[in-house]
């Protein structure tokens, strides 16, 4: 049999597409990101993805860091050309684990002797307005401890600021949303999966129609709250840990964070479910864009209830 032409090709693949029950997925490709018309107020953001030696945010180092410049519009939420991308190797010190060779394949041998450019990472984080990670809390501490400029910029985080459960995606992981947005790559590489993240959030969301990066900007641009549930009794644990309270051993106490807009019902819930409607004085962490997703604290202020 022959080999099909390419016209061929493209009527069998314009006949799946319109077949309700196919589904094609394309390969991502290099051009992602590279039109778009953003006018003069074009603002850079820089996506970022590291590949490290483990989870453990204590002792863990990153082996790889990608990055992806791009240009946006700051009201629309638009995103136009891909402007800079850098990925570069770093040598740990330390052997990689084998589990974490056997998930982004990155070897000793690869990373032997490397060091991050620093230069380059300043020269693309110089006019950025946001750096966006999925999964902001894991990068976003590692990288700080790794280049301090990384503590002084605005961070969003992909993973947790764009409503994916309410817009009616029920997974979140990169791949998977790739997936839905109808495309696939190579995981687990820092740069494709830079390149994969730019190509999600420039697709509209399937219940607002807004896109995934006009989401993301807006939200990453509110305060978040860590409310303490000081003095709060030992039976209220298990009604705090359902609500999604995490418990703090060293400063013993429940906490929960929540975006802006829900501090207030939140403090409501506290107040009657927790303590029996009776006033009482929490301590509030306010997290802007400087300190969202680090390990640092937030800004401590006092709240009656």
């Known amino acids: 049999m022959s080999k099909p ?12 597409e319109r077949h309700p029950d196919f589904r094609l997925l394309r390969r991502l ?25 483990g989870t453990d945010l204590a002792s863990d180092q990153i082996i790889e860091l990608g990055m992806v410049q791009f240009e946006y519009n700051p009201e629309s939420g638009a995103i136009g050309r891909i402007l800079d991308v850098y990925d570069g190797f770093e040598d740990p ?3 990689i684990p084998p589990a974490a060779t056997q998930i982004h394949k990155i070897t000793d041998a690869m990373v032997a002797g490397k060091r991050l450019d620093e230069g380059r990472v300043n020269e693309l984080l110089r006019e950025a307005r946001l750096v966006i990670a999925h999964n902001a809390a894991f990068d976003r501490p590692l990288l700080e401890r ?6 002084t910029l605005p961070w969003g985080c992909s993973y947790a600021q764009i409503p994916w459960a309410a817009e009616g995606i029920q997974g979140s992981k ?10 696939f790559y190579d995981g687990h590489r820092s740069e494709i999966d830079c390149r994969a993240l ?18 993301l900007l807006g939200n990453s641009r509110q305060a978040r709250y860590k409310l303490w549930a000081t003095g709060s009794a030992i039976e209220t644990k298990d009604i705090l840990k359902a609500r999604g309270y995490r418990w703090d051993g060293e400063r013993r106490c429940w906490h929960r964070t929540v975006s802006q807009d829900a501090a207030q019902d939140e403090a409501d819930w506290l107040k009657m479910q927790v303590f029996g409607g009776r006033s009482r004085e929490i301590e509030v962490e306010v997290f802007d ?10 800004r401590r202020v006092s709240r009656r209830l």
């Open 5 to 16: 032409s390419e016209n061929e090709l493209a009527d069998a693949l314009r006949v799946l």
């Open 29 to 53: 490709g290099s051009e992602t990101g590279l039109s778009g018309d953003v006018g003069a107020a074009a603002q850079r953001a820089v996506i970022v993805d590291t590949e490290t030696t």
């Open 93 to 95: 010190g330390m052997p």
């Open 146 to 151: 790794r280049m301090p400029i990384f503590a």
């Open 174 to 183: 990169l791949e998977y949303l790739a997936m839905h947005c109808g495309f």
């Open 198 to 215: 730019l190509e999600v959030l420039r697709q509209p969301l399937p219940r607002s129609g807004v896109t995934a990066f006009a989401a």
């Open 289 to 298: 864009g400087l300190t969202n997703f680090s390990t640092r604290a937030g």
